[in-house]
């Protein structure tokens, strides 16, 4: 049985993709257009998807911070792990205050995010989410 993973997605850089009409970085539609580009996360684990927000992490505050404390609280019994995409400019903020909000658990809760977006060339992004669902997983 694969580990079940809860991808809780809050926006940011690791997030975006491109418009293949237009060229430009926009959003992902939905959770299907990011997990396409890392397919492979389906041998390993049962990834479900959560869209919290989808913000610019610059606009992450302490009522975000506080969403994604009760939604791992919410979920805690039907995962075994918990990753939280979101933007890098406030990341360190986000985890910190999770980590005081969420003391004592006794499955993995790992942030990521990326500098480069998952669809572009050398993108960090793709690896990033790829070993935080697997840290999560652990």
């Known amino acids: 049985m694969k580990p079940k993973i809860?991808?809780?997605f809050c926006g940011g850089t690791i997030g975006m993709i491109k418009d293949p009409?237009?060229?430009a970085l926009t959003p992902a539609k939905d959770a299907q257009a990011l997990l396409d580009v890392v397919p492979e996360l389906d041998d390993h684990l049962d990834l479900?998807?959560?869209e919290l927000v989808n913000i610019d992490s610059s606009n992450m505050n302490?009522?975000?911070w506080q969403q994604i404390a009760e939604k791992i609280n919410e979920l805690y019994k039907d995962y075994d792990g918990f990753v939280i995409a979101q933007g890098?400019?406030?990341m360190a903020y986000s985890a910190s205050a999770v980590a005081y909000a969420l003391q004592g658990l006794s499955?993995?809760?790992v942030f990521t995010g990326s500098i480069v977006p998952l669809s572009e060339?050398?993108?960090d992004g793709r690896n990033n989410l790829i070993y935080a669902c697997l840290v999560a997983s652990m």
């Open 48 to 50: 479900d998807f959560h």
């Open 62 to 64: 302490p009522g975000h």
């Open 88 to 90: 890098t400019d406030t």
């Open 107 to 109: 499955k993995p809760v």
């Open 21 to 23: 009409e237009t060229g």
């Open 6 to 8: 809860a991808l809780i």
């Open 121 to 123: 060339i050398g993108a």
